[in-house]
């Protein structure tokens, strides 16, 4: 939006074209996105507060976290409000990407509204009931995947890329529709799991938004893409707009999910942060790296499955509590430890992804 009003005023004076660079715009995508989440953030933790909208803790579960009982969840809405904002405001609104990435982040968003809206508000456990919510994440998944491969523009935009590979990608073709499906939603499933402890989703998905970031932004200047042997995909550099706000609004949130949290993310935040991350991996054609960078998501996805799968054939645990993240926590390891250890897994694992720039 105010990339237009810049431009209308290069016309006059020319210093406003500055405002061309998606650096700058990126940096200011920051700044607009971690301001707003700093100032809509505590009015917004009172009302959800005197709106009794707080998190129901099972018993269950590790005892340090009855006392959390009754902290005001839904906070993801303040994420999305600042990731909306910043991108309308900052980024080329006639990139087709921009608004794929938007729509489909405010979809998982809204699935998730409605779940939380369900449990918290209308005081239904079950929330949203299961075969619903995946329904709607199947159509968002499906139509997100749709839009993507319709207007692609090159046979690159559909391959899978083979990361630490020079040159290698499979054509997918039709395939590509079914792939992009189940990492939207497996993204988006994955991060709603990892989401248990405070803080302990929101910092991975700032660090693996930031890498992203770098992917796009590479992906999109033909130069880079060339000298990194990595395919040309022109307007994906625009997502680096909508990674920087979704950098920006994550810390923002940090701020006041932080141990201990004054408000939970909930499954607003956790579904479309999730969706947001596996949709600009695909337009980015990083699917693998994300498999990558967000290997906590990964693992603490695969705890459950695995504890699942084990009880039911075996009437055994695997894990003392599934997800991961609680299984530590009943061995003994304090909520912070356990919260940090997991970003510093983050970290490596990013740097790991990041690496597959020049190892090829």
């Known amino acids: ?25 990126a940096i200011l995508g920051v700044m607009t996105a971690l301001g707003i989440a700093l100032l809509v953030g505590r009015p917004m933790i009172q009302r959800l507060r005197a709106f009794k909208i707080g998190q129901t803790i099972r018993d269950d579960g590790p005892q340090s976290h009855l006392s959390k009982s009754g902290t005001p969840t839904m906070g993801g809405a303040l994420i999305l409000v600042a990731v909306g904002i910043s991108t309308l405001l900052w980024a080329d609104l006639g990139n087709r990407y921009v608004w794929i990435v938007l729509l489909t982040t405010l979809a998982f968003g809204a699935i998730g509204l409605v779940d939380d809206y369900k449990k918290l508000v209308m005081r239904d456990p079950r929330g949203l009931a299961a075969r619903w919510k995946y329904f709607w994440q199947t159509l968002a998944g499906f139509a997100a995947a749709i ?9 690159a935009e559909t391959a899978l890329l083979i990361p630490y590979s020079k040159n290698v990608a499979i054509q997918l073709g039709p395939w590509f529709i079914l792939l992009t499906y189940f990492v939207i939603v497996g993204a988006s499933n994955a991060v709603n799991l990892t989401d248990g402890l405070d803080g302990l989703a929101i910092m ?21 893409a060339n000298y990194l042997l990595i395919p040309f995909l022109p ?89 991961l993240h609680h299984h530590f926590e009943l061995k003994g390891w304090p909520e912070p430890r356990v919260i940090v250890r ?19």
Not at 147 to 155: E, G, I, R, T
Not at 204 to 223: D, E, K, M, R, S
Request: charged share 10%.
């Open 235 to 323: 307007e994906v550099g625009e997502l680096v707009i909508f990674c920087a706000a979704l950098v920006g609004a994550g810390l923002g949130f940090l701020w006041f999910n932080a141990y201990p949290a004054q408000v939970f993310m909930g499954d607003v935040g956790a579904l479309a942060l999730g969706a947001a991350l596996g949709v600009v991996a695909v337009a980015a054609r990083q699917e693998l790296v994300l498999f990558i960078m967000g290997g906590v998501f990964v693992v603490e996805t695969i705890s459950v499955m695995m504890q699942v799968i084990s009880f039911k054939l075996t009437g055994k645990r695997i894990f003392r509590m599934a997800p």
């Open 204 to 224: 991975p998905t700032v660090l693996v938004a930031g890498a992203l970031a770098i992917f796009v932004y590479a992906a999109g200047h033909a130069q880079i």
């Open 1 to 25: 939006m105010l990339l237009y009003l810049t431009e209308w005023l290069a016309e006059f004076y020319s210093g406003f074209n500055v405002f061309r660079y998606l650096t700058l715009r």
């Open 147 to 155: 839009a993507l491969y319709a207007s692609a523009v090159s046979p």
């Open 342 to 360: 997991f970003w510093i897994v983050t970290v490596v694992l990013v740097l790991v992804g990041l690496a597959s720039l020049k190892i090829r």
